[in-house]
C-alpha cells in the first residue's frame, strides 16, 4: 500500500509541487513507495491544461498557478482536503480512463460513510451531491452542487494531483472563478450540507475507502466497469 503523508500545516502550492515533481520522479526510477499527500492549501486558484481566460472572474483575489494537471479552473484553500495521489499505473494497469474512475469511486465510497450519496455525471468533471432542498433547475431536474473536483497528471504513468474535497472552505471564494467551467450548477461542501465533519474523521474515511477501490497492487485496475454500480 502506499505511503499516507499528512500536512497538518497550509502547504503553499510551489512547495507541493516540487514535492510532487521530486517523489513521482523516485517512484519511477524505483527508488521511492506510491504516496497518498493529505494537506490543505493557503486561498488560491489553479489553472488546469484546459482553463480559460474568461472563467477567472476576479484574477488579483488569490494567486493563480498553471498546475500542469487537466481540467480547468479550481479553488484551494482552507477548509478543503487535497489527496494528492503518487500511485505507479505501470503496476497498477495503463488505463487513464479506469484510474479516474477509480478516483471518482474513492471519494463516493468515503462519502457513503457519512451516509451521504455522491454521483458523477456525464459531462461534468468532479463528484456531485443533489440538493433537493434548493429550487429545481428551469426544466425541473433537481439541483446539484458539486463536493469533489479531481484533475490528474501522467509522467512515465506515475500520477500525481488528484483530488480536492470541500468540508468546510469559504464557499464565498469560489465566486473568482468558473469552477472547472461549469456555469449551471453550485458549489457545496459537507459542513454546508449539514455533515460536522473534520478533517481527521475525512482522513480516516479516505484511508479505509482507498483499500476498498484499490486495493493491493495488482497488474491492472480490476472491476473498472463495476464501480459505480447501484
Known amino acids: 500500500m502506499p505511503e499516507w503523508i499528512r500536512s497538518d500545516r497550509p502547504v503553499p502550492y510551489p512547495e507541493a509541487l516540487a514535492f510532487m515533481e521530486r517523489r513521482v520522479a523516485e517512484i519511477a526510477a524505483g527508488r521511492a513507495d506510491e504516496a497518498i499527500w493529505l494537506l490543505e492549501h493557503p486561498p488560491l486558484y489553479t489553472a ?132 472547472c467551467g461549469i456555469r449551471d450548477h453550485g458549489v457545496t461542501s459537507l459542513v454546508d450540507l449539514g455533515l460536522p465533519v473534520g478533517m481527521g474523521d475525512l482522513d480516516a474515511a479516505l484511508e479505509r475507502a482507498f483499500a476498498e477501490v484499490f486495493g493491493e497492487v495488482t497488474p491492472g485496475l480490476a472491476g473498472c466497469d463495476l464501480l459505480h454500480a447501484g
Not at 116 to 131: K, Q, Y
Request: proline share 6%; net charge positive.
Open 48 to 179: 488546469g491544461t484546459s482553463a480559460q481566460v474568461e472563467d477567472l472572474i476576479t484574477p488579483d483575489r488569490f494567486p493563480v498557478y498553471q498546475a500542469g494537471r487537466g481540467g480547468q479552473y479550481t479553488y484551494h484553500g482552507p477548509g478543503q482536503r487535497i489527496v494528492y495521489v503518487m500511485l505507479d499505473l505501470n503496476r497498477r494497469g495503463k488505463d487513464v480512463r479506469c484510474f479516474v474512475r477509480h478516483l471518482e469511486s474513492w471519494v463516493i465510497h468515503t462519502l457513503a460513510e457519512f451516509n451521504l450519496r455522491g454521483e458523477i455525471r456525464d459531462g461534468r468533471v468532479g463528484v456531485w451531491v443533489a440538493r433537493p432542498d434548493k429550487p429545481r433547475g428551469p426544466d425541473g431536474a433537481v439541483a446539484e452542487d458539486k463536493i469533489a473536483a479531481i484533475g490528474v497528471k501522467l509522467r512515465r504513468w506515475v500520477s500525481f494531483h488528484g483530488i480536492s474535497i470541500n468540508v468546510e472552505p469559504d464557499l464565498e471564494h469560489f465566486s473568482g472563478i468558473v469552477p
